[in-house]
């Protein structure tokens, strides 16, 4: 009998058989999907979630709702955390290693030699895994831009989601805001309805032209549907009626057009006030503004010090991160210090993500995430960080960077602090993977 290889060991082969890490086109996968027997036209209608915020949260909070209305989900999202198989959940469970492995090689072995991208070639065995499994829907998540991800390979999707457009991913996307949005757009299809998260004008417009050229009906925020917190309540208005609910369980005030994005996509597919009730307040997403209550990071921390952690990495994340520690700050008085960890890769924009935190934290410290071949240097992202007008240091480790940044905590008396790691879903993998 041959022995098992693990998936790790294939996932590192699959790495080797394109030059870029990043190409987009249809082709590849199409060429494979095809040689497969076209898994993706076997699926369980689907849930086609673009954009350049939120899609996580978003996804997260309609498989809530569907699943507390007793459906069976997949979900495919990307990238991950701490492993791989994060990305594909078979019927709400996270697949299982021999599975991914064996999926996985059976992709490698009919692809042969061909060049494919590492995304495509996973991407053709997540579509293998969830044809072969019974499911009621699939959420499935964009990788980057829309048009020519490989994603776009499903012809008519049930419903698609389009959450906030902002720049990022240039060099991919195109360098404005309506390009970029040109390409989230490409996910609409004739007939197929579309839930648009609040928007930009130069991007909304964009959705709105090609809604019109390809026939799909659209659901926009501010004009179908709203949401908004009020009173320590969500309130979300559509056609249909209101709906009063408790406020996300995923914090920030940007959860509430996620929230809303995800609770107009759960009225389109035609469910009730209690799967809405529960997709905001049973929704679980690592490394979104996520407090770490346990693990050897948190216990080496000093008494009153708390460990946030967020994978957010461009302004618009910057922008939500301040807003969520000003709504922070209003409930505290004194105000809780704040300090920063931050590391970055280097095909962002480092002082755009940096430059709406400061004046809202204290001692920032840089770190160069380990492992991480596109990681800016710390020193060259202290100078970024000094440049969006923070006081920062590079620090050689994790760990050097958190006693940096609480080096003046008194840790005596427990008095209260935050320490806010951020700025890579990279990092943030690496920092729950060693938090346990």
Request: charged share 20%; hydrophobic share 45%; aromatic share 2%.
């Amino acid at each position: 009998m041959r022995d098992t290889v693990p998936s790790d060991a294939i996932l590192e082969r699959l790495l080797s058989l394109h030059p870029k890490v990043i190409d987009l086109t249809l082709d590849r996968v199409e060429r494979l999907l095809a040689r497969l027997g076209h898994p993706e036209r076997a699926v369980p209608p689907v849930v086609h979630v673009a954009g350049t915020n939120g899609k996580g949260s978003t996804i997260a909070m309609i498989r809530a709702g569907l699943e507390a209305a007793g459906e069976r989900v997949h979900v495919y999202t990307s990238p991950h955390l701490a492993r791989f198989h994060e990305r594909i959940r078979v019927a709400g469970r996270l697949i299982e290693e021999p599975a991914l492995a064996a999926l996985l090689e059976e992709c490698e072995q009919v692809n042969g030699a061909e060049p494919i991208t590492f995304f495509e070639i996973t991407t053709a065995a997540a579509f293998l895994a969830f044809a072969r499994a019974p499911a009621d829907r699939l959420l499935l998540e964009v990788g980057l831009g829309g048009r020519l991800d490989a994603t776009n390979v499903i012809a008519r999707p049930a419903l698609t989601v389009i959450t906030p457009v902002s720049i990022d991913h240039q060099q991919y996307l195109g360098e404005t805001l309506a390009e970029i949005a040109g390409e989230k757009a490409g996910i609409l299809k004739p007939g197929v309805p579309c839930v648009v998260g609040p928007q930009p004008d130069a991007a909304r417009a964009v959705i709105e032209a090609r809604a019109a050229a390809v026939g799909a009906p659209l659901s926009i925020h501010g004009q179908d549907w709203m949401a908004r917190a009020e009173r320590g309540r969500l309130v979300f208005e559509d056609g249909a009626g209101l709906l009063d609910l408790d406020l996300p369980n995923l914090p920030g005030p940007h959860q509430i057009d996620n929230a809303g994005a995800a609770l107009a996509a759960l009225r389109q597919l035609g469910h009730d006030e209690a799967a809405c009730a529960a997709a905001v307040s049973r929704a679980e997403w690592p490394a979104r503004m996520q407090r770490l209550k346990s693990g050897p990071l948190v216990a080496r921390l000093p008494a009153g010090v708390e460990l946030w952690l967020d994978g957010g990495h461009n302004a618009s994340a910057g922008e939500a991160i301040a807003a969520v520690l000003d709504a922070m700050a209003a409930k505290g008085s004194p105000p809780v210090p704040v300090h920063l960890v931050v590391g970055m890769i280097d095909t962002k924009a480092a002082e755009d993500f940096l430059r709406p935190l400061a004046g809202r934290v204290g001692r920032v410290a840089t770190v160069t995430i380990p492992a991480t071949p596109a990681a800016i240097p710390a020193g060259r992202l202290a100078e970024r960080a000094r440049s969006a007008g923070h006081d920062a240091i590079a620090a050689e480790s994790l760990h050097a960077a958190l006693d940096h940044v609480l080096a003046a905590h008194d840790g005596t008396t427990g008095a209260p602090a935050r320490v806010l790691i951020c700025g890579s879903l990279y990092l943030a993998g690496q920092v729950l993977t060693e938090n346990g």
